[in-house]
Nanobody, 128 residues
């Protein structure tokens, strides 16, 4: 059974950096496309970033403003999300998600239904 466990969330000051981790167990991590999503209260789950299976391709929607960096360590079965100079509007529960088939080697998409596995989420609060 594949399990994803996020960590690293918490309270951060406006502009301070914060790194999140997602540890994956029970599957073939180096074949998964991995992505991060976030969800603020009363809003839909929002696509933040994705990375392909071998870590050579990343993608961020323009709406994320260039404030995020996704990376992975396949030797550690872990994907990371670094938040650079976060803003209060970045406050949300952050989820990592795995697509078990990185078919085109480009990572995942923004469609929640595409993903096979999800973590439980970690809360990030950015104070103003």
């Amino acid at each position: 059974q594949v399990q994803l466990v996020e960590s690293g969330g918490g309270l951060v000051q406006n502009g301070e950096s914060l790194s999140l981790s997602c540890s994956v167990s029970g599957g073939t991590f180096n074949k998964f496309a991995m992505s991060w999503f976030r969800q603020a209260p009363g809003k839909e789950r929002e696509f933040v970033a994705t990375i392909n299976a071998d870590g050579t391709v990343t993608y961020y929607p323009e709406s994320m403003g260039g404030r995020f960096t996704i990376s992975r360590d396949n030797a550690k079965n872990t994907v990371y999300l670094k938040m650079n100079s976060p803003k209060p509007e970045d406050s949300a529960v952050y989820y990592c998600a795995a697509d078990a088939q990185d078919v085109y080697g480009r990572g995942g998409t923004s469609y929640v239904s595409e993903y096979d596995y999800w973590g439980q989420g970690t809360q990030v609060t950015v104070s103003s």
